[in-house]
């Protein structure tokens, strides 16, 4: 067992050769993120206008009937440029590349740069998000059955991906048990396998199911990297708290023109993305339970899918009035702006419980 990278194991000092960046460090580099993302922001958006790259609005419903709700709701935004993850992960690799030309010039100590801490969650980022990219490519030109890369070889790239991470896990890093927050740790042996690969598909799905409204998904991005940050920190994992926090200023930067009404959208480029290393993350700092809460929205809005599927299949009836459920709630009348307000608090108050249960069932 790779003991010594587990979240609950981490020294209190830590070895002289491993990056120890300061806070100050860390908010510098989220600083850099969020700055680039907004100054990239307005030729961002105008490369996508010139170029057509508007989203196609949504046929059917997650059960494939007509979707109606959506269409009432969100008729509007017909055309609205997608693909704003490439913003996103984009400034994330600039900012990791300049922290990495500051280490080269000799400026500070240690680049964000790090094999142990940071290679794993960016090729996440980038191979997931290239998936992302080539679903919203198929819905711009229509391509597909649904507008978009038909549903198995979806899930098979990232089922391909997601084996990719779980043997570097378990037979690179030897990863193979887990930890259960105020009580100590389950030794599972190969099924650790599964259980990544279920983590990773899970989390990119669930964040892709809740981008359905402006600055949802965004904001409770921000919530639970921001969770992720802070539980990484005060367990030694400084690299990968600065990472968090450059996710969090990269995707504060596209949440600041994605607040309703949004001038873009992320688009699969950025949920397929975000979603998958959030997973990743997860798993590398041993918090598999504490997901759950930093989360809980995204695992909210997943269950409702699957309550809907559910019912509709058995029972012949809806549970919600559309699926997911911040659909749901805007048919009920709350409105755009509500809906995502009340989320994002019921996404704050659980990553606070998140980073409490992070720290304290160690």
């Known amino acids: 067992m790779h003991g010594e990278c587990m979240l609950h194991r981490m020294p209190v000092v830590?070895?002289?050769?491993?990056?120890?960046?300061?806070?100050?460090?860390?908010?510098?580099?989220?600083?850099?993120?969020?700055?680039?993302?907004?100054?990239?922001?307005?030729?961002?958006?105008?490369?996508?206008?010139?170029?057509?790259?508007?989203?196609q609005l949504r046929v059917t419903a997650v059960d494939g009937s007509d979707a109606q709700v959506f269409r009432t709701y969100h008729a509007n935004k017909r055309g609205t440029p997608t693909m704003g993850g490439l913003l996103i992960w984009g400034s994330i690799l600039f900012t990791i590349l300049f922290s990495r030309m500051l280490s080269f010039l000799g400026i500070v100590e240690f680049s964000l740069l790090h094999r142990g801490q940071v290679y794993l969650p960016?090729?996440?980022?980038?191979?997931?998000?290239?998936?992302?990219?080539?679903?919203?490519?198929?819905?711009?030109?229509?391509?597909?059955?649904?507008?978009?890369?038909?549903?198995?070889?979806?899930?098979?790239?990232?089922?391909?991906?997601?084996?990719?991470?779980?043997?570097?896990?378990?037979?690179?890093?030897?990863?193979?048990?887990?930890?259960?927050?105020?009580?100590?740790?389950?030794?599972?042996?190969?099924?650790?396998?599964?259980?990544?690969?279920?983590?990773?598909?899970?989390?990119?799905?669930?964040?892709?199911?809740?981008?359905?409204?402006?600055?949802?998904?965004?904001?409770?991005?921000?919530?639970?990297?921001?969770?992720?940050?802070?539980?990484?920190?005060?367990?030694?994992?400084?690299?990968?708290?600065?990472?968090?926090a450059v996710c969090v200023g990269a995707i504060a930067a596209f949440l600041w023109h994605n607040v309703p009404p949004a001038m873009f959208f992320m688009g699969d480029t950025g949920a397929l993305a975000l979603g998958g290393v959030l997973g990743v993350i997860a798993l590398m700092t041993d918090t598999v339970l504490v997901l759950p809460f930093v989360g809980a929205v995204f695992v909210f809005e997943t269950f409702s899918v699957i309550i809907q599927l559910f019912s509709k299949r058995f029972f012949k009836r809806k549970v919600f009035r559309a699926a997911p459920l911040h659909h749901h709630l805007e048919a009920l009348d709350w409105g755009e702006s509500k809906v995502t307000m009340r989320l994002w608090i019921i996404g704050a108050f659980c990553s606070f419980l998140g980073i409490i249960i992070g720290i304290a069932g160690q």
Do not use: E
């Not at 680039?36 to 989203?55: E, I, Q, S």
């Not at 639970?224 to 367990?235: E, H, I, P, T």
């Open 14 to 55: 830590l070895p002289v050769s491993d990056p120890n960046l300061s806070l100050l460090a860390i908010l510098g580099y989220a600083l850099f993120a969020f700055v680039f993302g907004l100054a990239l922001t307005p030729t961002f958006v105008r490369f996508l206008r010139h170029n057509h790259l508007g989203k």
């Open 122 to 244: 960016l090729f996440t980022l980038v191979s997931m998000g290239m998936l992302g990219a080539l679903d919203d490519y198929f819905n711009i030109m229509g391509w597909g059955k649904k507008h978009g890369l038909d549903v198995l070889p979806k899930i098979l790239s990232i089922l391909l991906i997601s084996c990719v991470g779980a043997y570097w896990f378990s037979a690179r890093l030897g990863y193979d048990q887990i930890h259960i927050p105020f009580w100590g740790d389950i030794t599972l042996g190969w099924w650790y396998v599964p259980l990544f690969i279920f983590i990773i598909v899970g989390t990119s799905n669930a964040v892709n199911i809740t981008d359905g409204l402006d600055g949802l998904a965004g904001g409770l991005l921000v919530l639970a990297f921001g969770a992720f940050s802070v539980v990484a920190y005060l367990s030694g994992w400084t690299v990968l708290a600065a990472f968090c």
